[in-house]
């Protein structure tokens, strides 16, 4: 199979959620703070994933929530370097007020990105692209996200899509994330959330990338995951037991195994267009 699958990481606290009356997230297991978030689970998943990466010789993107980033251990931080970095917000914010009722102005929105741009920039370098908390955007996000000097974004997701490719606007580079069918015919995203919360299996995933690379207007399959969720559930609202953890690492490893020969970060997929497009 001849098909790009561009994979990307969503590296936030663990499992960020809204809070009434603010725009920062806080986590769903503890009571944290924006500037205090909660990584357990974050750092062991991350760890996991960069194992995997350095193993197969395989580069990906990460998008970094920037409190997160400030807690990590400086050989994580080292490790990431080699990888496409984007910002994720400062705290996981929810930029829209959708979940939150608090909507931020466009001058509270350019700080938190300025913040979360200086930090990444301070502790590996500046950051290419953005990927919005919750895939919340409007275009006047996009065009904040633009003035500060990023060169792509990927929040959008285009709904069972028919042709999917990197395009302009707003001044940036959209790489959209997109859903397709699995194995029954059913909607399935390129998030793995599935996958971790044991309600969708590797062949779902294969299938649905499979079934892309067969439409010769899709460029490429996009899949996104947070590391958290390889160490905790949602749906039991704990940390994994020792079975269900090494379960659910095997499920993503497996899923690598399978892919390994096409997975490509969103920079080298953007450098090959780049290339394709010269006179």
């Known amino acids: 199979m001849n098909h790009r699958v561009l994979l990307t990481f969503d590296v936030d606290r663990d499992w960020p959620i809204e809070k009434y009356g603010r725009m920062e997230a806080i986590s769903g297991m ?31 993107t990460f998008f970094l929530e920037a409190a997160v980033l400030n807690k990590l251990q400086r050989d994580t931080v080292s490790r990431l370097s080699k990888h496409d970095i984007g910002c994720h917000g400062y705290a996981h914010e929810d930029f829209l007020g959708l979940g939150t009722g608090y909507t931020p102005t466009s001058e509270e929105r350019t700080n938190v990105l300025r913040t979360a741009q200086a930090i990444i920039s301070d502790r590996i370098r500046p950051p290419m692209g953005f990927r919005a908390p919750y895939l919340r955007w409007d275009r006047e996000l996009l065009r904040l996200v633009s003035n500060l000097g990023f060169q792509y974004d990927s929040s959008e997701t285009i709904k069972q899509a028919t042709a999917l490719q990197a395009y302009e606007t707003n001044g940036l580079l959209e790489v959209p994330l997109s859903t397709g069918t699995d194995m029954e015919n059913a909607i399935i995203s390129g998030y793995l959330w599935q996958l971790h919360e044991g309600k969708r299996s590797v062949d779902d995933y294969l299938y649905f990338i499979r079934n892309q690379a067969e439409n010769p207007r899709i460029e490429y399959s996009m899949l996104a995951t947070h590391p958290w969720h390889l160490y905790l559930s949602t749906g039991k609202r704990s940390y994994l037991p020792g079975d269900e953890l090494q379960r659910n690492l095997g499920a993503f490893r497996g899923l690598m195994d399978q892919i390994e020969d096409n997975v490509m970060a969103i920079d080298e997929y953007l450098t090959h267009l780049s290339e394709q497009n010269k006179p």
């Open 30 to 60: 503890k009571d944290d703070t924006p500037d205090d978030p909660a990584i357990r689970a974050t750092a062991q998943g991350l760890e996991f994933i960069l194992d995997i990466l350095e193993e197969k010789g395989k580069r990906a």
